[in-house]
């Protein structure tokens, strides 16, 4: 596919999921940098803010196979990566896939179930293939995990380890709409959409499965100028050496945000990636790869508003 070609088809694919998840647009660019870089998403926010609506939406237009996992604390690792079960007719053990053999998974609620089920999703989101029973099986090349979790709600919770955090490409915060977007929403419910009947208008898949594969092939074709990619590391090595983070971000975090930019420069239409592309992506790649510093968080300062000084201080290329 060509630039232009990519742009036009992106273009249709954030209209599509546009007509439905309604005042979110930067929302719908950073999960679908994610998918593009091949990267995982976190998506923070209140219930009803429609993070479920996205994801299928996303799906639906992509063309891509959808799951959805409710995680609870009862929910064990074999819920999540299959199990295997005695067939009587064949007097053998038979694997039953779980929900991860999938394109698109969305995990709601991520953080209300135990460490060892969180941790069954690990090798899934690293390496793309689950080992049960001594077998190891791949994953959809499309496989991507977006999950959800609610910022106030801490009570039967377990906060996500930092190995689990570093897994996604991003952490997106979803906000509420703005006024005028939330009576967008009531006028198209008043003209017969409903969230709750997806099935009955299903959003047409935009792009077939080789063409949504090319796609992704083309951020690797994305350019970054050398200067640009010491950008990237500046930024990062900045978040090690501030006063106001205990934790800053890994080598990860710099490869992270090289793949995010290319995903971002493309979306914009271009096979270059700017500085601007960089900076605009630094919140949602480092801010839950960041920890801040005590006294900071004991003043409400959060990782946003560190990071924010950081992008401040470090020169950008010309």
């Not at 500085?275 to 801040?292: C, E, Q, Y």
């Amino acid at each position: 596919m060509n630039a232009t070609s990519v742009a036009d088809t992106l273009r249709r694919i954030r209209e599509s999921v546009g007509q439905r998840v309604i005042g979110q647009d930067l929302v719908i660019d950073e999960v679908l940098v994610a998918f593009l870089a091949r990267g995982h998403a976190l998506l923070e926010g209140v219930p009803g803010t429609a993070k479920t609506l996205l994801v299928r939406s996303l799906a639906e237009a992509l063309g891509a196979g959808f799951g959805r996992i409710q995680f609870t604390p009862d929910l064990m690792p074999s819920d999540v990566t299959g199990v295997s079960v005695f067939s009587e007719p064949t007097r053998a053990f038979e694997f039953r896939a779980g929900p991860v053999f999938t394109d698109l998974l969305l995990t709601d609620e991520i953080n209300r179930a135990p460490a060892k089920t969180q941790a069954a999703l690990l090798e899934a989101m690293q390496e793309r293939q689950v080992t049960t029973d001594g077998k190891t099986r791949p994953l959809s090349p499309m496989f991507t995990v977006f999950a959800t979790q609610n910022p106030v709600e801490y009570e039967g919770t377990f906060p996500l380890p930092e190995a689990q955090l570093d897994r996604f490409l991003v952490k997106v915060r979803v906000d509420y709409p703005t006024a005028d977007a939330e009576v967008a929403i009531l006028d198209r419910y008043a003209e017969g959409f409903d969230a709750d009947r997806l099935s009955d208008k299903p959003i047409a898949p935009v792009v077939d499965a080789a063409s949504l594969a090319a796609l992704r092939n083309a951020v690797d074709s994305v350019t970054v100028a050398p200067d640009v990619r010491r950008y990237i590391a500046a930024i990062v090595r900045a978040t090690r050496d501030d006063s106001g983070l205990t934790l800053g971000g890994s080598p990860r975090a710099t490869v992270a945000l090289f793949r995010a930019a290319r995903g971002a420069a493309l979306l914009a239409g271009r096979d270059f990636v700017t500085p601007d592309d960089v900076k605009d992506l630094a919140p949602a790649v480092l801010r839950h790869r960041l920890i801040v510093a005590p006294e900071l968080d004991v003043e409400g300062r959060t990782a946003d508003e560190v990071l924010a000084a950081i992008l401040t201080r470090v020169p950008a290329p010309q």
